[in-house]
């Protein structure tokens, strides 16, 4: 039940912010493979909010399947959590992919890691979104937002 909350919720704030917040950043990439799913990891630090919220958007093609995988590394309370989700649909956001806690009246610095996986067996080149919510419900900005490695 928690989780069909925090759906519900994640979609009313996405539908109140018009799905992309005024200082949404959005970095673009690609990722080529062979025969093997090759990923892209992306570190984030968000300070001061209560989740962190990615999507990824196929850029180019309409074969691939990309997949973004979101996981806290700090603080310890959402260290090892998060979620999964995938992109269908060529030049749309995936749906979002959260770590933190909806529910909560704490703001947090929430550190952790996105992993883009290309799924096809194609070249793929995308736009990954990630952006703070605050407990307030304002949106910014992480701190940190960058490319650590890619494949």
Same mark, same amino acid.
């Given at each position: 039940m928690p989780r069909v909350l925090s759906v519900l919720t994640l979609a009313l704030t996405l539908v109140t912010l018009g799905w992309l917040p005024a200082t949404a950043t959005v970095k673009s990439?690609?990722?080529?493979?062979?025969?093997?799913?090759?990923?892209?990891i992306w570190q984030f630090t968000c300070l001061n909010?209560?989740?962190?919220?990615?999507?990824?958007?196929?850029?180019?093609g309409a074969d691939d399947t990309l997949l973004l995988t979101m996981v806290g590394s700090a603080?310890?309370?959402?260290? #090892?959590?998060?979620? /999964?989700?995938? !992109? %269908? @649909?060529?030049?749309? $956001?995936?749906d979002g992919a959260v770590? #933190?806690?909806?529910? /909560?009246?704490? !703001? %947090? @610095?929430?550190?952790? $890691?996105?992993?883009?996986?290309?799924?096809?067996?194609?070249?793929?080149?995308y736009d990954l979104d990630i952006f703070c919510e605050e407990r307030d419900g304002p949106t910014h900005d992480p701190k940190v937002f960058k490319r650590v490695q890619d494949d």
């Open positions: 990439s690609n990722v080529s493979c062979g025969n093997n799913a090759c990923s892209e909010s209560k989740i962190v919220l990615g999507r990824v958007r196929d850029t180019v603080p310890t309370i959402f260290k #090892g959590t998060g979620e /999964t989700s995938r !992109a %269908f @649909t060529p030049g749309s $956001f995936s770590v #933190g806690n909806f529910f /909560t009246n704490q !703001a %947090f @610095t929430i550190s952790g $890691f996105a992993v883009v996986t290309n799924l096809s067996n194609t070249d793929s080149s």
